[in-house]
């Protein structure tokens, strides 16, 4: 009896985790699959449609315009984030003083609630608000005259907009996590730097790049994950998707396909093709980036 | 020398990092000052193009127990009482002017006259007496000594521009008064435009104004435009069943990963790792549909039920409780503890800091949500905090002032969270790799 009930004791302990995950988490995955084959607009009986879902996304421009964006938005906050992330932290931790008060500075973004400073956000990104005040006065100092910026309601400035705020938000998580990695970066290797006469540049080129490619590449990948399930500076910023649908994200493409058009099945077969892309990006990135990260220390 | 060298080329490199580490860390913290700034301002100070971190003085009066912000005003001379319309041209003076000839000159001296004794008194009106003395002053002075004139000539377009214009100049105290003709006569009026939102008239006596810099009636007007009070006790609600229910979850599951011997140990494992793969987005539609063919949408359920359990936790404690030395459990076992007990007893109190770790990230993530709830909630009552927030945020369009009050308590209690576990935050984001 007891060894029985010892025998499928490690089973209950899963058990409870095991059962919501099994339900909310990988049957919804199949489930998904299955529905992306239907039309349902969940009031009206289901209509078996086979591969058509996937084949009317083919020739959806707005889906592909979706993805463009996306894929705009994702290569701006990866290259502007990680840069400048990369460049504060490298300066963080040349063992200044104040450290603390600099990283609470640069991290406080991060620890507040997206939706909250996005609204805060798009107060400074109206066309009079702060973000152009302070570029007319910059500008102004130059005898330059900066015409209005209508930041949110022209495409292109709509989608610099999204990318100014997502790398401001972002920026504390990713200076945090170099910095960690570049304050354990054993010091004798720039001792030895030293004695062979190595400039800061060299140092940083040979030293601190090829140790901190690990890190880097981790936060590629989680960025862009990141940044391909981007919905809520969108849906703050640019309730309606921007003007010309040039912020509409693919999540926010799929959030207005199934909840304001009712097409669940359609916004399924949307859902999966986001899933193989952000699986196959971060093959991709573990496999060509996986490579130059064989450093260990 | 070498080392005077060396110190030399150290020093300046050193100002430049200090300089842009605080331009920098400007930037990231100057939005949360403009947001308080922003809470505390009028609706008319919100407007103007001026980058101004404390609010200016102003004047207000009660307008249906509402503060209104009267930017621009003038004492009607009788009356001794305040018009207020906004947009709307208030007459205040009425005068008949004087023929054509030296009138254009006569008029401007009266005006610069007129502005001379405004803006020494203007700013400092406290009471109806100075005002009203004011006033009086500038009748005697000025137009009350023109005569009563009657002509059929109108004001040329570009005259009354450049009233407006030498009046403009007056800045915060005056800005609006400009000259209009009607009734097809020479007549000077002296009109006011004042700060009444809604553009209704209103008319009180001069004693009635308010001065105040900052309003913090903003905050309470936020907090009353929309539910608010449901929407933190939703949140908090939330967030605190689904943290207990993902750290008892996790730690079980963990507890049985990193202890036990049982079949299928590691593929069950690896089925958990899969999981973390999946992007929350491809399964929000078919948790959607068993949600609601659970009956569950727009309840707690929906928005607790699912979380109670998640692969980061049971990772993040497996983790820890793997290195945990094995005499602990010996030891345990030899004084005849279950593994029941052992977990609540002695892992578990050992384990604090892991789980708090769990625990806080669980609650953020919760708390932060937007996505889920924004779909799976049709009724203000069941709104968690974001969901409300967005909500009033396409709602109120452009009550900037309101919004970033909103916005400013909407932040806080997960600041005040991060100011006081601070270590507890950096030490788990950089040990685990979460990205809101």
Redesign the interface.
């Known amino acids: 009896m007891k060894k029985s009930i010892s025998r499928i004791e490690p089973y209950l302990y899963i058990l409870p985790a095991f059962a919501i995950i099994f339900v909310f988490l990988l049957l919804p995955m199949f489930y998904a699959l299955l529905l992306s084959l239907f039309r349902w607009d969940m009031i009206s009986p289901r209509q078996f449609v086979g591969l058509r879902n996937y084949w009317i996304i083919c020739q959806d421009t707005d889906f592909w315009l979706s993805l463009f964006n996306t894929v705009i938005f994702s290569l701006g906050s990866i290259i502007f984030g990680l840069g400048l992330s990369l460049i504060v932290a490298v300066l963080l931790s040349k063992k200044i003083r104040g450290l603390g008060l600099y990283r609470t500075a640069f991290f406080i973004p991060y620890v507040a609630s997206m939706t909250a400073i996005a609204i805060v956000w798009r107060w400074i990104l109206q066309p009079r608000g702060l973000l152009n005040i302070i570029l007319k006065s910059l500008f102004s100092l130059f005898h330059l005259n900066l015409p209005e910026i209508r930041w949110l309601q022209e495409p292109g400035w709509a989608r610099v907009a999204i990318i100014i705020f997502v790398v401001w938000k972002t920026m504390g998580f990713n200076i945090l996590i170099f910095l960690t990695r570049l304050l354990d970066i054993n010091p004798s290797y720039y001792e030895a730097a030293d004695i062979d006469g190595a400039n800061a540049f060299a140092k940083f080129r040979y030293i601190t790049w090829p140790l901190l490619m690990p890190t880097t590449l981790f936060l590629l990948t989680i960025s862009t994950i990141f940044s391909f399930q981007m919905f809520i500076p969108v849906f703050i910023l640019t309730p309606d998707g921007g003007p010309l649908k040039s912020t509409t994200t693919s999540v926010f493409y799929l959030y207005q396909t199934a909840f304001s058009n009712n097409l669940f099945g359609y916004a399924c077969a949307i859902a999966y093709i986001l899933f193989f892309i952000i699986l196959a990006l971060t093959l991709l990135q573990k496999k060509v980036l996986g490579k130059k990260a064989a450093y260990e220390e | 020398m070498i080392v005077k060298n060396d110190h030399k080329k150290i020093i300046s490199p ?1 100002i430049l ?2 300089l ?2 605080t331009i ?9 000052i ?2 308080l700034s ?1 809470s505390f301002k009028s609706s008319l100070e919100v ?1 103007s ?3 101004s971190l404390i609010p200016e003085r102003k004047k207000y009066i009660q307008v249906d127990g509402e503060l209104e912000q009267v930017e621009f005003s003038v004492a009607r001379e009788l009356q001794k009482t305040l018009s207020i319309k906004e947009g709307k041209i208030i007459e205040t003076f009425s005068r008949a002017l004087p023929a054509q000839s030296r009138f254009k000159s006569d008029i401007s001296n009266k005006f610069s006259l007129f502005r001379v004794r405004l803006e020494k008194y203007f700013h400092r009106f406290q009471s109806r007496a100075e005002i009203s003395a004011a006033l009086h002053k500038f009748g005697e002075d000025t137009v009350g000594k023109l005569p009563s004139l009657p002509s059929v000539r109108e004001l040329p377009v570009n005259f009354r521009r450049q009233l407006r214009f030498e009046l403009g100049d007056l800045g915060k105290q005056l800005e609006a008064v400009v000259t209009e003709t009607t009734d097809s006569k020479d007549r000077l009026r002296v009109v006011i435009l004042a700060g009444d939102k809604r553009g209704e008239g209103a008319t009180v006596p001069l004693d009635e104004i308010i001065f105040k810099r900052f309003l913090w009636n903003n905050f309470k007007k936020a907090w009353q435009a929309a539910p608010f009070a449901r929407y933190f006790i939703n949140s908090i609600f939330i967030s605190i069943l689904v943290t207990i229910g993902q750290v ?3 730690a ?2 963990a ?3 990193a202890r ?3 079949r299928f ?1 590691e593929f ?1 494992f690896l ?2 790792l899969a ?1 973390m ?14 949600i ?1 063919w659970l009956g569950w949408v727009n309840t707690y359920y929906a928005l607790i ?2 979380f ?4 980061f936790g ?1 990772y993040f404690m497996r983790q820890h409780f793997e290195t945990l030395p094995q005499d602990l459990f010996d030891a345990a076992s030899i004084d005849g503890c279950g ?1 029941f007990r052992t977990l609540f007893l002695i892992v578990l109190p050992i384990s604090k800091s892991v789980i708090l770790t769990v625990a806080l990230f669980t609650f953020i993530m919760t ?2 949500s ?2 889920w709830p924004l ?1 799976m909630t049709n009724t203000p009552e069941m709104r968690p905090l ?1 969901v409300g ?2 909500v009033f ?2 709602e109120s369009g452009t009550d ?1 002032e309101l ?2 009050a ?2 400013t308590f ?2 806080m209690p ?2 005040i969270i ?1 100011f006081i576990a ?1 270590k507890q ?2 030490e788990g ?2 040990r685990s ?1 979460m ?2």
């Open positions: 050193r990092i200090y842009m580490l920098g860390g400007i930037t990231m913290v100057f939005p949360f403009w947001m922003t407007l193009a001026q980058i008892v979850t996790s079980l599951a507890y049985a990963f036990m011997r049982f140990k069950l089925v958990l999981t793969m999946i992007p929350k987005q491809v399964i929000l539609i078919p948790d959607y549909a068993i609601s039920v699912p109670i359990a998640a692969v049971i593994s708390w932060n937007l996505l779909v974001q927030l967005a945020n396409q900037w919004l970033m909103a916005s909407s932040i997960l600041m991060f601070q935050f950096i984001i950089t790799g990205k809101g």
